[in-house]
């Protein structure tokens, strides 16, 4: 990585120092149990001060993804709790959600997006250990609802004039661009891998989502709400001044059926859930064409 200042980005720096060592937490590329390189590393790559990098790592911390072993030694990649915790960025909570649901037999995914930017990138860490054999489910079935392309959406737009049809161009550009993605990456658990059954099946509604959900296996539900920020972006030469969601930072709030559930409003809640996609899925859902 090269060496830059992450305010740079426009967060605190140990916020952006913390955000880049989740990412290689959630791909793998740190290991449960590897530790994690030492300050003075870290100070050198990111050009940072001991304070900032300090910060980072507690806040790894706080959200139960390192451990300290003690006698000043670097801290690890913590084993994934199994109590909910305080929830976390979609980025980071979905691709830990995600690692732990391909250990079933079979795995069922049902999501529900603006794009499908968020799960593309969750799916790095399974798809590493299923390359490797460390996952070795028998079956795979995804179903993904995104918006419809010939629908008019309320978001994005632009910030001064809401019919212009640039932001909804780009959308469509980039939803196009990672559903592809994502329907190549689970065809290869099939081609490479010899998953014996995969399925991914991408359909579109015509609404806007102001939420996103992920019910995992049937037995877990992952939700949350998009927020409407202003930006600034590129399209054909031009920048445009938008309103848009950050789906990767938006917070998921994990609730389980399963034998970790609080009580019975948490398992009627991911049930409801799930209930939900299916009468998407079954109605108004039509089959989104990538030929």
């Known amino acids: 990585m090269d060496k830059t200042t992450p305010a740079e980005h426009g967060r605190p720096q140990h916020e952006e120092v913390a955000r880049r060592l989740r990412e290689r937490i959630d791909s793998g590329e740190l290991p449960i149990g590897a530790r994690i390189p030492t300050q003075k590393d870290l100070v050198s790559e990111f050009g940072v001060n001991r304070t900032v990098i300090r910060q980072a790592l507690d806040e790894l911390k706080r959200d139960g993804l390192l451990t300290d072993t003690g006698r000043g030694a670097p801290p690890t990649v913590a084993e ?17 959600r995600l690692y732990e649901a391909f250990r079933a037999e079979h795995v069922t995914i049902d999501a529900f997006s603006l794009t499908t930017e968020t799960f593309n990138n969750a799916l790095a860490r399974p798809h590493r250990a299923i390359a490797d054999g460390l996952l070795t489910p028998r079956s795979i079935k995804v179903r993904v609802i995104i918006p419809s392309s010939d ?5 994005p737009r632009l910030v001064d004039d809401p019919d212009d049809p640039r932001p909804l161009e780009r959308l469509r550009s980039i939803q196009r661009t990672w559903a592809t993605a994502l329907q190549m990456s689970f065809a290869s658990f099939a081609d490479r891998y010899e998953v014996p059954e995969v399925d991914c099946e ?22 949350g709400y998009y927020h409407v920020v202003p930006g600034e972006v590129s399209y054909q030469g031009e920048t445009l001044q938008i309103f848009d969601v950050l789906g990767f930072e938006t917070t998921l709030f994990r609730s389980t059926a399963g034998p970790g559930s609080h009580d019975r409003q948490e398992i009627a809640f991911v049930q409801n859930s799930k209930d939900w996609f299916d009468s998407l899925w079954e109605t108004i859902a039509t089959p989104l064409p990538l030929g």
């Open 80 to 96: 994934p709790a199994h109590s909910h915790g305080a929830p976390k960025p979609a980025g980071t909570e979905l691709a830990e």
């Open 151 to 155: 629908a008019y959406l309320a978001l």
């Open 202 to 223: 991408i359909r579109t509604v015509a609404a806007t989502p102001l939420h996103k959900l992920y019910v995992l296996n049937g037995t877990e539900a992952l939700t």
